[in-house]
């Protein structure tokens, strides 16, 4: 059996790095060599937590879904134009004996060559960003934002970010809040709100919103913003919850009406990329951190913790495919 490298959550509140087995490969697959993998904060935060009650996400589990990597071999169904392809994967199930959750995390990956997004003209490192940029633009997308329209984004986690970026490149007004400075200082909006600073949304923000995006997590932040949206405005919930606990008045008042968006659509990830090579969509200044696979423990640790880290890469440098 052929074994890799993968980050491994054991039990709960554990990360680390161990060697596991991989299944064979087959006829219409790819095999990946990991350059770039990323940590999603909302996720695997609740991974660690123990908090994903799905049964092929009960722990030990190897997480992530954001990998880049170079394309080593191909299954015989397929050409050799597969060879030396920078590509990005969201995960794989190639795992002996372990689950995947997502399984991106992982010197080695093998995956059906469908599955795979080959990166093109885009910087590789910034293709670690594919899964966050399609999520955002699978959520504005749902909006149909128009030209001169309002918008409130909360939160500057990357999905945040990027969802601002979208909406203002559609010719919205748009205002992001956040608690963190630095999060702030790297925002594309024509409002910033720093909320940590005290500044709120009252004074702020003059005009009812056409949209409330709900990009941190917060149930008391959205609450808080629901006196600024405008009757028959749109609430779109960007984070992930366990429970949605919020006042029922001021929807009923405002008439809103309440979205939630899965994590992207067909052909997303193909256009978040386009966008990322066009430079429509400037990404760059989200990738806040960088550090060696081999302080794996380390990089969760600041990823999930210090609110400076938008988007932290783990650099996999040349894994070894040991038989």
């Known amino acids: 059996m052929t074994r890799t490298q993968a980050v491994v959550i054991p039990e709960a509140g554990v990360v680390e790095l161990r060697e596991v087995g991989l299944c064979e490969p087959g006829p219409d697959d790819v095999t990946i060599q990991t350059v770039y993998t990323s940590i999603s904060a909302g996720t695997e935060r609740m991974l ?29 169904n397929l050409s050799d134009d597969w060879l030396g ?5 969201g995960g794989a199930m190639c795992y002996e004996g372990i689950n995947a959750a997502w399984g991106g995390q ?45 918008m409130l984004v909360i939160g500057q986690g990357p999905v945040g970010q ?10 919205a007004w748009v205002a992001v809040s956040d608690r963190s400075a630095s999060r702030l ?28 995006v709900e990009a941190s997590g917060s149930m008391a932040a959205l609450s808080d913003a629901l006196m600024k949206l405008k009757t028959g405005g749109t609430i779109l919930l960007l984070g992930y919850y366990q429970t949605l606990e919020l006042p029922y008045m001021p929807l009923f008042l405002k008439e809103a009406r309440l979205l939630t968006a899965k994590e992207w659509g067909p052909d997303d990830l193909q256009r978040s990329r386009d966008l990322i090579a066009s ?45």
């Open 162 to 171: 990027i969802a601002a970026r979208l909406a203002r490149g559609r010719g």
């Open 106 to 150: 992982s010197a080695t990956i093998i995956t059906p060559a469908e599955r795979v997004i080959h990166l093109k003209h885009i910087e590789p490192v910034q293709g670690v960003l594919l899964a966050l940029s399609a999520t955002a633009l699978h959520g504005i997308d749902l909006l149909q934002v128009q030209p001169g329209q309002r």
């Open 48 to 76: 660690l937590a123990g908090q994903m009650p799905h049964p092929m996400l009960q722990l030990p589990v190897i997480p992530g879904y954001e990998t880049v990597g170079k394309v080593i071999a191909h299954g015989e």
């Open 279 to 323: 430079g429509d969509l400037a990404v760059s200044a989200l990738l806040t951190h960088r550090l060696p696979i081999s302080a794996v423990d380390v990089a969760y640790k600041i990823a999930l913790n210090e609110m400076d880290c938008l988007k932290l890469i783990l650099e996999w440098g040349d894994p070894k495919h040991d038989s």
């Open 185 to 212: 200082e790297r925002a594309e909006a024509d409002r910033l709100i720093n909320v940590e600073a005290g500044e709120t949304l009252a004074e702020a923000i003059s005009e009812p919103l056409d949209f409330i």
């Open 85 to 89: 392809r920078w590509v990005y994967v």
